[in-house]
């Protein structure tokens, strides 16, 4: 890829898994898949099919399907961890860290800047309104058939991005570690998440995603605990080591890429922190839990995780380099690391634990997506048996019964195209895919959300204005910059310079919600800004908020 940027971007936008470098050498790492990794994977999916059909027994109603109520801080704060604890953010963040050092550490902070916002402006207003989903709170005191369209549509194509791309990488691991072919991995992926989602609903997927983090984190302590000991548990030695074997030196210290395009550099990370605010599966989690507090807490406690393991997952990639630069058993012929830079947390599982550790990751790898892709399955069912069919179809008339009927035709249907794009994209298209999610999430979601929570001049015209201008900016800038234009496309040189076009479209997003609510002086418009305070009322006290689940 020649865009930098755009090739850091693909490696740590977290939610899909970067596979391009492993499919280019899997046929070395094929032979390596060993009977303990299948004991593992086949354990660990017998585990979560039986907390779906525990989960199952506890789901009745459409509200217990699309939200559940009744989710612990601890359970809650494990999932949202979760959902960024993924199998990029492990593979792909320690494989950056291994190749390129110091810049990996900016766009592995991407994120992490992201949830203090979260916690500030986003948790407390969601939870004390109450709603199914964020495309509720954007509709609550405007035009609800024309907001919902316009917010499912970026619901949607936020989901299926991500979905696809998971897909692939699902498919390309297990094709890389197990001998499987693709399109059969595929298969397995895609039946194991419909079964999820159907039966269990977001109870299994919250389950899911928790023990998903507690099993990962688990093999991330005694990963990082046996790597640390090949050092005297030395963070000195492990980066003095790190410079005397990687080829770049000492240069792996310095911001070598971000200093080349820093107007891209600080693109992307405006995307990686305000995309994390509109992404609809991690804005979801808050209306699971009781109350403000609980998701206040669930917040704290996913940061804290997430956090910690973006430090470890750094400082085992600075380990692996004189561990496996120059370790014949983990290169190929060509002299470059089996299976590619992603493979790196898994060859450092196998040197350092054996059969055994390398086979727990790699199962605990493979459960991170499936948690990740039920995680996504139930937000994208949520905007179409939610917003789309129930408020905007039958005008909230639906019941239960036709909800949850509408939910699980949505989830087979999602799982089906998602396969078969899956399918048919191969690993091509990851990087625009990832891109497109992105933006969308910060350009679309984002400002209409936000403006929704603490601007009382907003309207329904400025919300379909701005999100509408986000929408086709940040899509038609991706097309024309060097994530399509030039690595897809194979044009010698991008209309649009940026690989990610967030510090655009997220302006534009907003100068147009601005613009076309300032200048609606309809009737209609002046009862929407009067109805704020109601609004504001309830999203700061709480008092008065509908409550999903019952609880």
């Given at each position: 890829m020649q865009n930098k940027t755009t090739w850091f971007y693909v490696l740590t936008a977290f939610g899909s898994l970067p596979?391009?470098?492993?499919?280019?050498?899997?046929?070395?790492?094929?032979?390596?898949?060993?009977?303990?990794?299948?004991?593992?994977?086949?354990?660990?999916?017998?585990?979560?099919?039986?907390?779906?059909?525990?989960?199952?027994?506890?789901?009745?109603t459409a509200a217990d399907f699309l939200a559940t109520g009744g989710i612990s801080s601890w359970q809650n704060g494990l999932a949202i961890a979760g959902d960024f604890i993924s199998a990029a953010s492990f593979l792909g963040g320690t494989g950056l860290a291994y190749q390129a050092g110091y810049d990996s550490v900016f766009f592995m902070m991407g994120s992490v800047a992201g949830w203090p916002l979260l916690l500030i402006l986003i948790s407390d207003r969601l939870r004390n309104l109450g709603k199914y989903t964020f495309v509720d709170?954007?509709?609550?005191?405007?035009?609800?058939?024309?907001?919902?369209?316009?917010?499912?549509?970026?619901?949607?194509?936020?989901?299926?991005?991500?979905?696809?791309?998971?897909?692939?990488?699902?498919?390309?691991?297990?094709?890389?570690?197990?001998?499987?072919?693709?399109?059969?991995?595929?298969?397995?992926?895609?039946?194991?998440?419909?079964?999820?989602?159907?039966?269990?609903?977001?109870?299994?997927?919250?389950?899911?995603?928790?023990?998903?983090?507690?099993?990962?984190?688990?093999?991330?302590?005694?990963?990082?605990?046996?790597?640390?000991?090949?050092?005297?548990?030395?963070?000195?030695?492990?980066l003095l080591q790190a410079e005397a074997a990687h080829p770049r030196g000492a240069q792996i210290f310095t911001p070598v890429n971000l200093a080349k395009d820093p107007l891209g550099s600080f693109s992307l990370g405006l995307g990686l922190m305000f995309g994390l605010l509109g992404l609809p599966h991690l804005l979801m989690r808050f209306f699971t839990v009781r109350d403000a507090a609980t998701a206040r807490k669930s917040?704290?406690?996913?940061?804290?995780?997430?956090?910690?393991?973006?430090?470890?997952?750094?400082?085992?990639?600075?380990?692996?380099?004189?561990?496996?630069?120059?370790?014949?058993?983990?290169l190929g012929p060509d002299g470059k690391l089996i299976g590619g830079i992603n493979m790196v947390p898994l060859h450092l599982a196998r040197l350092v634990g054996g059969d055994i550790l390398y086979g727990y990751i790699s199962a605990v790898v493979f459960a991170t997506i499936l948690a990740a892709v039920a995680g996504l399955m139930i937000s994208g069912t949520s905007a179409v048996s939610h917003d789309?069919?129930?408020?905007?179809?039958?005008?909230?008339?639906?019941?239960?019964?036709?909800?949850?009927?509408?939910?699980?035709?949505?989830?087979?249907?999602?799982?089906?195209?998602?396969?078969?794009?899956?399918?048919?994209l191969g690993s091509e298209s990851l990087p625009m895919l990832i891109a497109m999610a992105f933006a969308v999430a910060a350009s679309v979601n984002f400002p209409i959300l936000i403006l929704a929570l603490y601007w009382r001049g907003l309207t329904t015209r400025g919300a379909l204005l701005g999100g509408g201008a986000g929408l086709l900016s940040s899509v038609t800038l991706i097309i024309l910059g060097p994530t399509v234009w030039v690595a897809a496309l194979h044009h010698p040189a991008p209309i649009f310079p940026v690989g990610n076009p967030t510090l655009f479209s997220m302006l534009i997003a907003f100068a147009a919600c601005w613009i076309g609510s300032v200048t609606d002086k309809s009737t209609r418009g002046k009862e929407e800004r009067s109805r704020f305070d109601e609004q504001l009322y309830r999203s700061t006290t709480g008092i008065g908020a509908e409550t999903p689940s019952g609880h």
């Amino acid at each position: 890829m020649q865009n930098k940027t755009t090739w850091f971007y693909v490696l740590t936008a977290f939610g899909s898994l970067p596979v391009t470098a492993m499919a280019d050498n899997a046929g070395g790492a094929r032979g390596s898949a060993n009977s303990i990794g299948l004991v593992f994977f086949v354990a660990f999916a017998l585990l979560t099919l039986g907390l779906t059909f525990y989960a199952s027994r506890r789901t009745r109603t459409a509200a217990d399907f699309l939200a559940t109520g009744g989710i612990s801080s601890w359970q809650n704060g494990l999932a949202i961890a979760g959902d960024f604890i993924s199998a990029a953010s492990f593979l792909g963040g320690t494989g950056l860290a291994y190749q390129a050092g110091y810049d990996s550490v900016f766009f592995m902070m991407g994120s992490v800047a992201g949830w203090p916002l979260l916690l500030i402006l986003i948790s407390d207003r969601l939870r004390n309104l109450g709603k199914y989903t964020f495309v509720d709170v954007v509709a609550y005191r405007l035009d609800g058939s024309r907001v919902r369209t316009l917010a499912a549509i970026g619901t949607l194509l936020v989901v299926l991005q991500y979905l696809v791309a998971q897909m692939v990488g699902a498919g390309r691991l297990i094709e890389t570690l197990f001998g499987l072919p693709y399109s059969f991995a595929l298969v397995i992926i895609g039946v194991l998440m419909m079964i999820y989602v159907i039966f269990g609903g977001m109870l299994a997927a919250t389950w899911i995603q928790s023990t998903k983090a507690v099993l990962l984190i688990v093999g991330l302590i005694v990963l990082a605990t046996l790597v640390l000991n090949r050092f005297d548990f030395s963070v000195g030695q492990i980066l003095l080591q790190a410079e005397a074997a990687h080829p770049r030196g000492a240069q792996i210290f310095t911001p070598v890429n971000l200093a080349k395009d820093p107007l891209g550099s600080f693109s992307l990370g405006l995307g990686l922190m305000f995309g994390l605010l509109g992404l609809p599966h991690l804005l979801m989690r808050f209306f699971t839990v009781r109350d403000a507090a609980t998701a206040r807490k669930s917040v704290v406690i996913a940061a804290a995780i997430f956090i910690g393991f973006t430090m470890t997952v750094t400082l085992l990639g600075f380990a692996a380099i004189p561990l496996l630069v120059h370790n014949s058993e983990f290169l190929g012929p060509d002299g470059k690391l089996i299976g590619g830079i992603n493979m790196v947390p898994l060859h450092l599982a196998r040197l350092v634990g054996g059969d055994i550790l390398y086979g727990y990751i790699s199962a605990v790898v493979f459960a991170t997506i499936l948690a990740a892709v039920a995680g996504l399955m139930i937000s994208g069912t949520s905007a179409v048996s939610h917003d789309l069919y129930t408020n905007v179809f039958r005008k909230g008339r639906a019941n239960d019964r036709s909800i949850i009927l509408c939910s699980r035709a949505t989830v087979v249907a999602l799982g089906i195209v998602s396969m078969i794009m899956a399918f048919a994209l191969g690993s091509e298209s990851l990087p625009m895919l990832i891109a497109m999610a992105f933006a969308v999430a910060a350009s679309v979601n984002f400002p209409i959300l936000i403006l929704a929570l603490y601007w009382r001049g907003l309207t329904t015209r400025g919300a379909l204005l701005g999100g509408g201008a986000g929408l086709l900016s940040s899509v038609t800038l991706i097309i024309l910059g060097p994530t399509v234009w030039v690595a897809a496309l194979h044009h010698p040189a991008p209309i649009f310079p940026v690989g990610n076009p967030t510090l655009f479209s997220m302006l534009i997003a907003f100068a147009a919600c601005w613009i076309g609510s300032v200048t609606d002086k309809s009737t209609r418009g002046k009862e929407e800004r009067s109805r704020f305070d109601e609004q504001l009322y309830r999203s700061t006290t709480g008092i008065g908020a509908e409550t999903p689940s019952g609880h």
